[in-house]
Structures are given as C-alpha cells and as structure tokens.
C-alpha cells in the first residue's frame, strides 16, 4: 500500500473512511436500482464497488494495526 511507511494508522483510517463516504455517495443509488429495480450492471458501477471493497480491507488492517500498536 503506498503510504504504509510514512502514514500513520490514524491518517489511513481518515483516508478510507473519506473514501468510502465518497463512494458510498456514487454508488448507493445505482446499486440499489442494479438490484432491486432491475437496472443495469455497467462497468462503472462494479469498478466503484471493487475500489469501495478495497477501502473497507484498508481500512479493517489499519484498524488491526492501531489496535495492535495501542495494546503494545
């Protein structure tokens, strides 16, 4: 990950959660039209989910990391 040297584990998870909240802005409504209403599958909306996925694990090990730096 860049920045896994120099970022520390509170500025990763400000990052992912900046992400995240601005994806989750993007793909709430044509995901919920993709499954619920029918609608279309295109190559924009599965990109933004792959990239939102990858937020969540980023930010799920730089959780694990601060809690494995604070119990230390």
Not at 4 to 15: A, C, D, G, R, T
Not at 27 to 53: C, K, Q, S
Not at 55 to 68: I, N
Request: proline share 4%; charged share 15%.
């Amino acid at each position: 990950m860049a920045g896994k040297k120099f970022l520390n584990p509170k500025s990763k998870i400000v990052i992912c959660l900046a992400g995240i909240l601005i994806l989750g802005y993007f793909v709430h409504t044509p995901l919920y039209e993709a499954i619920f209403l029918n609608g279309p599958w295109d190559n924009m909306l599965v990109g933004r989910l792959v990239v939102m996925i990858a937020f969540v694990y980023l930010l799920a090990q730089s959780l694990r990391e601060l809690s494995k730096r604070d119990s230390t």
